[in-house]
């Protein structure tokens, strides 16, 4: 009992907290939740026929008639010596014994049993909290029964702790990208959540309101339920370490500090960062010998660039400065796919050398264009119909012809394959303090690949290697094809083909390429705040960044996508315009082939090389610069998107499509190293590469 003027504690409410649960605080309103907890128990009636006919017996006797009987037990307890607590305390004492007769065992079995006995435990513990005119209230069992909870629950949650562990187990020493790779996260969720349920709900229910438990996802509230229960796991041996594993794999890749390393192991986040590191240099190695390996089996491709590494210490000396070094880094792509022939050396040595009296013409390459112009039409007028597919405003989803032919992309011209059999394995080799600028870093960093990859040594015995017998494609941008076409002319009389590196065959990288071809648009396009050019569409579009073409930072990324919102807006007002409708909803209510009829006007009249040439040849007071500048853009902006399009999808065919076409804008635009690149790739795709090569 609560002493007079002691007052039970309260618990605060935050602002946000807006329900609490009935036995949380003791308030005269509880008496009538009470009674609403009665009527719901009476109603569903007990589990023991024998239980429910006494209660039902007792609610039609007037409550001054059951504080009597209540009173007569009382008495008659008495006069046995005992109590009420004594009779509960040795009804469930003689559990067990032979003295437990069947009326005790019956006795108890209705009481722990019955729907009424969570409801007594929530009352012990709120107590009848009337309100006295003394001013007091009654306390109830609110502490002991928060003690035995309390001892209950931690008891529940060691329980589940220990059945955790096999799950957030992970190897410390012995860690595979295989076995990273292999973590799900979402069913891990799951798994946790089903191992340890009450850890789970106590953590959710301290995380979240009540409100937001009713509008938060499930991942969003999920995530840091996780996090805190793989830390306390983590906390428990050091072993159970998977979600730790995990965040250190990924911090790393963000650059995070050794600093901040510290705090998080700290914290129970991460690793340590020493850690990081072992693991770092083991897969490392592990991927190292894998590379060695495949590259005996399977084709591979190398791709190299220059980069620059900034070194900051912060305790300087003679010997320890910050420095800002040049390097340069490299891939190997590993084509893993049995059905790949690896293009021969001599092979392609022999069909290049009688190719080199046959050299493609200009006549070849309009041959080229007029062939590929078909398909690409096809493609644009396609590409045209996406814009309004992809409009809001069309729902293209509740169309009535959407399954129409007309809707479905041409055919691909030449499609990579992309199933598991076919795929790509990537490999990073060593970063190396050589800069690849120059003619002899170049020759340099070719000599440090071949000892990574295990192919130097002494020359003779390299003559018989076999993976020399074949060609090596060197991939890079147009500098780096042109320092090796330079070592390739300089050791051209030298004695044997790894002197003159015969075996290595350069390439310049699509993604170089395409970042020449944003350079020529952002060059041609760019002009002034007038209404119809670049930088009005990037001052409308707010777009930071663009006033400048370049190859660090996320130019390519901006200029992309900004290219795309341009071009999506200058085709959708075409739709208005040449359909002659007031809103694109409005074309809803024609047929595939009417639609398919003004993609193919807006292509040939608004977005050609016919319609751009037509209104030139008009008298020079009859011609609109504006919507001259519009065609060329719009047949310009096609070309690009069709070519990103075709980079990404694999469709190789399309890409050859694009060369002459790319050739005529870098030729014309004064890009003419590039220029250079497609007609040497042009020259190898149609005179000078063995199939196999192609």
């Known amino acids: 009992m609560v002493q007079p003027n002691e007052i039970p504690p309260q618990h605060d409410l935050d602002d946000d907290d807006d329900e609490m649960h009935p ?74 014994t032979k003295e437990d007769t069947a009326k005790i065992k019956y006795a108890r079995t209705a009481l722990l049993q019955s729907d009424e006995f969570p409801l007594l435990v929530r009352k012990w513990r709120q107590g009848r909290a009337r309100v006295h005119n003394k001013g007091y209230s009654t306390r109830g069992a609110r502490d002991a029964l928060d003690e035995w909870s309390l001892e209950n629950v931690n008891m529940l949650i060691n329980q589940e702790m220990r059945a955790l562990g096999p799950v957030m187990k992970a190897p410390v020493n012995d860690l595979t990208e295989e076995k990273l790779l292999n973590i799900n996260l979402e069913q891990l969720e799951t798994t946790v959540q ?34 805190m229960i793989g830390t306390c796991s983590y906390r428990r041996s050091q072993h159970r370490c998977l979600l730790q594993q995990l965040n250190s794999v990924y911090f790393k890749a963000c650059g995070l500090s ?51 590494l900034g070194f900051k210490v912060y305790e300087q000396h003679r010997n320890k400065q910050t420095r800002f070094d040049s390097g340069t880094a490299a891939t190997a792509y590993i084509i893993k796919d049995e059905g790949i022939v690896w293009p021969d050396r001599e092979a392609y040595q022999t069909h290049r050398a009688a190719a ?10 309009w041959d080229l264009e007029i062939a590929a112009a078909p398909r690409l039409r096809e493609r644009a007028i396609y590409r045209v119909i996406k814009f309004l597919m992809d409009t809001t405003s069309f729902d293209f989803e509740t169309y009535e012809f959407k399954d129409s032919d007309i809707f479905s992309p041409p055919p691909p011209r030449d499609q990579l394959p992309i199933d598991s059999a076919h795929t790509v394995a990537q490999y990073m080799l ?15 960093c070719l000599d440090e690949w071949m000892r990574q990859l295990g192919l130097d040594g002494p020359e003779d015995t390299l003559k018989h290697e076999p993976i020399l017998q074949k060609l090596l494609v060197v991939l890079g941008d147009q500098l780096t094809t042109v320092r090796l076409r330079s070592i390739k002319k300089d050791r051209s009389e030298d004695f044997n083909f790894i002197q003159r590196y015969d075996h290595i065959v350069e390439h310049p990288g699509w993604f170089h390429t395409q970042l020449s071809d944003e350079t020529s648009i952002h060059k041609q396009y760019y002009t002034t705040h007038k209404p119809f050019g670049l930088q009005h569409g990037f001052e409308l579009l707010k777009r930071k960044g663009l006033h400048a073409t370049s190859v660090k930072g996320v130019f ?27 809103d694109i909803s409005d074309l809803r209510r024609l047929s595939p082939e009417r639609l398919r009829a003004i993609a193919t006007t807006i292509v040939d009249e608004h977005a050609s090389t016919s319609a751009l040439v037509k209104n030139q040849q008009m008298p020079a007071d009859d011609q609109d610069k504006v919507f001259i500048h519009g065609v060329q853009f719009c047949r310009d902006v096609l070309n690009y998107l069709e070519l990103d399009d075709a980079m990404k999808t694999g469709d190789v065919g399309r890409m050859e499509d694009l060369l002459p076409r790319l050739l005529f804008r870098f030729n014309g635009g004064g890009s003419s190293n590039y220029a250079i690149e497609i007609l040497e790739l042009l020259q190898g795709l149609q005179r000078e590469w063995t199939p196999e090569l192609r």
């Open 556 to 582: 390519h990324h901006g200029m992309q996508e900004a290219l795309l919102h341009m071009a999506t807006a200058h085709f959708r007002d075409l739709w208005i315009v040449v359909a002659k409708v007031k």
């Open 430 to 444: 060593d970063t190396v303090a050589i800069e690849s600028a120059s003619q002899e870093g170049t020759r340099k």
């Open 258 to 308: 050794a600093r901040a390393y510290d705090t998080t192991h700290m914290y129970g986040i991460t690793m340590s960062h020493s850690w990081v590191y072992h693991l770092i240099d083991k897969l490392s190695e592990d991927a190292k010998q894998q590379l060695l390996a495949d590259i005996r089996r399977y084709p591979f491709r190398i791709s190299h660039d220059n980069l620059n």
């Open 194 to 227: 089903e191992k340890a349920p009450t850890l789970w709900n106590i953590l959710h229910h301290a995380s979240t309101t009540p409100t937001q438990s009713k509008t938060l996802s499930y991942k969003t509230h999920a995530a840091p339920i996780i996090m």
């Open 23 to 96: 036995a949380e605080l003791a308030d005269p309103d509880a008496d009538d939740e009470f009674d609403e907890w009665e009527r719901e128990l009476t109603h569903r009636g007990g589990k023991d026929g024998r239980t429910d006919s006494c209660k039902s017996f007792l609610e039609k006797l007037s409550l001054a008639e059951v504080a009597t009987r209540v009173e007569q037990a009382f008495v008659k307890l008495l006069e046995l010596k005992l109590d009420v607590t004594n009779l509960l305390y040795y009804i469930t004492r003689l559990q067990g």
């Open 356 to 365: 080199f009296s046959n050299t493609i013409t200009a006549r070849d390459i």
